[in-house]
């Protein structure tokens, strides 16, 4: 199984490789081709904006032309969103990374920042892709590019919890606990002289059992409750 290679075409910026490779880091690519760039992709700049990721720099392969760099795998994927009326199946960056063939050595390849990919250079790839965008504005930068794209990759790599709950290491509340503490509160309203309606104090105290029973409560936030409770009840002056 072979991971995706990133080629970046005659980039202007040393910067903006920098950040191009972060963001390859960022969705577990490693292997950075770059072709004809303007500035080195080992320039202080650039080692200062990947932000930790200065071994992709550092490994990269410099090519003077496109066909090099792109010599030795088997299905490039063309960056750019405008196909300039040539004809090449467009995948979407979702579409394309859940069907790539990973027996396959497979590049993406994006364009300098000013002007994207050429046409000489998209007529070396056998798809394009492309990332679906507000049409009134879709143009990206290039290290936005390579994120999108590679994070694509990178979910079919992994397999994400949609949703958790962060408790800060403290253990949920048994309803025992909770109960407890319901009790003493509904103790508490129930005395308060201000309520003299039977059924209205039978509704009010559904409704707080309601709250605090569907709240997740954590025993350190329950701890939390008593402890306002005290303050707001405590009649000393």
């Known amino acids: 199984m072979f991971q995706p290679v990133v080629i970046l075409v005659k980039p202007q910026l040393a910067e903006n490789i920098g950040m191009a490779a972060r963001a390859m880091k960022n969705c577990g690519l490693k292997e950075l081709r770059v072709v004809a760039p303007l500035?080195?992709?080992?320039?202080?700049?650039?080692?200062?904006?990947?932000?930790?990721?200065?071994?992709?720099?550092?490994?990269?392969?410099?090519?003077?032309?496109?066909?090099?760099?792109?010599?030795?795998?088997?299905?490039?994927?063309?960056?750019?969103?405008?196909?300039?009326?040539?004809?090449?199946?467009?995948?979407?960056?979702?579409?394309?990374?859940?069907?790539?063939?990973?027996?396959?050595?497979?590049?993406?390849?994006?364009?300098?920042?000013?002007?994207?990919?050429?046409?000489?250079?998209?007529?070396?790839?056998?798809?394009?892709?492309?990332?679906p965008l507000n049409p009134e504005h879709s143009s990206l930068n290039l290290a936005q590019a390579v994120l999108v794209i590679g994070y694509e990759y990178y979910k079919t790599t992994i397999n994400p919890v949609g949703s958790r709950l962060l408790k800060n290491d403290g253990n949920f509340a048994k309803k025992e606990q909770v109960f407890k503490f319901l009790e003493m509160l509904d103790a508490k309203i129930s005395a308060s002289p201000r309520l003299k309606d039977e059924a209205h104090t039978k509704t009010l105290l559904i409704n707080i059992n309601n709250i605090f029973t569907r709240a997740a409560l954590t025993e350190q936030e329950l701890n939390s409750l008593y402890g306002i409770v005290q303050i707001l009840t405590d009649n000393k002056k």
Not at 47 to 74: M, V
């Open 39 to 131: 500035e080195s992709p080992t320039a202080e700049i650039a080692l200062r904006a990947s932000s930790n990721s200065e071994e992709i720099l550092q490994n990269a392969k410099i090519y003077p032309n496109t066909k090099e760099a792109l010599a030795d795998l088997e299905t490039v994927y063309a960056a750019t969103a405008r196909p300039r009326h040539q004809v090449k199946p467009v995948e979407t960056a979702e579409y394309a990374a859940t069907h790539l063939e990973l027996n396959k050595k497979i590049g993406f390849m994006f364009g300098c920042e000013r002007t994207g990919l050429e046409n000489e250079d998209i007529s070396l790839a056998d798809k394009i892709i492309e990332i």
